[in-house]
């Protein structure tokens, strides 16, 4: 019984504290995410569905050895009701103009990374995203070109995109940065 009662205890505390008590139905991933960083805690529309997106990106840092670019930092996603909602955001970098669907919402996303570049080169992960509006508009972000993008995501099944979650690899002091590995999004009926 007690174990029981700290479970709930648990399960409600992290509802509260994080407030994305929301359901999802489906995960879209896709294969060519950076490795390197941590999953962030996931971030959910408390309504309706994702209808834009906005990206923060580092500006070109020079071509000399010393500089450090890190690329895509963060996306905004932009929920019916107005309310924006993020996961981890890069600490790099300045946000680019918010792209919207002109009457639906997103259904699938690929994204451009650059592979590693090995040791003595300056990785940057992830560099630029799109995405697929259920009306069927391809929205590209307002970023590098540096590296491919991957495969498209499967599309949501049912609904739209609700809410994200990052993969951030956090300052590595005088270490090679590199920001935003990778993302998934989530899709709620």
């Excluded at 834009?52 to 932009?78: H, P």
């Excluded at 990374?113 to 040791?119: D, N, R, T, W």
Aim: hydrophobic share 35%.
């Amino acid at each position: 019984m007690d174990l029981r009662v700290s479970t709930l205890f648990v399960m409600l505390t992290y509802c509260f504290w994080y407030g994305d008590a929301r359901n999802y139905d489906q995960t879209l991933t896709v294969a060519n995410g950076g490795g390197w960083g941590e999953w962030a805690q996931p971030a959910l529309c408390k309504e309706g569905y994702v209808k834009g997106f906005a990206l923060k990106v580092e500006s070109y840092q020079g071509s000399l050895a010393w500089n450090d670019d890190t690329g895509l930092n963060g996306i905004r996603l932009y929920c019916d009701n107005d309310e924006t909602v993020t996961s981890k955001i890069g600490e790099w970098g300045s946000w680019r103009k918010p792209e919207y669907c002109p009457k639906g919402h997103l259904t699938s996303f690929s994204l451009q990374v650059e592979p590693s570049q090995g040791a003595i080169y300056d990785d940057t992960a992830a560099n630029n995203i799109k995405f697929v509006c259920n009306e069927g508009f391809v929205l590209t972000g307002e970023a590098h070109d540096w590296g491919k993008f991957g495969f498209w995501s499967e599309p949501c099944s049912s609904g739209a995109i609700c809410g994200l979650q990052t993969k951030i690899e956090d300052s590595q002091g005088s270490g090679d940065d590199t920001a935003l590995n990778d993302v998934r999004f989530f899709c709620c009926k």
